[in-house]
């Protein structure tokens, strides 16, 4: 590995951040603070959820096309942090 490890562990970081912040600007803090309009689920079962969803996805090697599944996973286990520190 010709590159520092720090660098490119500062890199995805930053893209990950990015996304997140990306997506919350775009679906508003859904995944924090969910309408519950169909589900009375906690934020934090629903993040487990939706990283079920994925970790099935991946599994089945059924990805859409476009998406990172690993990418979006580590963001949903990012959330799932953020979920549990705000309930507790």
Known sequence: MTED???????????????LL?????????????????SRASAVEQILVRID???ARLS????????DTIRDLTGYFILL????????
């Open 5 to 19: 490890p720090r660098a490119l562990i500062a890199e995805q970081c930053d893209e990950i951040k990015a996304m």
């Open 22 to 38: 990306e997506k919350n600007a775009s679906y508003g803090n859904s995944a924090l603070e969910p309408l519950r309009i169909m």
């Open 53 to 55: 969803d994925k970790l």
């Open 60 to 67: 089945r090697g059924s990805e859409y096309a476009g998406e």
């Open 81 to 88: 942090l953020i979920a549990r520190k705000v309930g507790e």
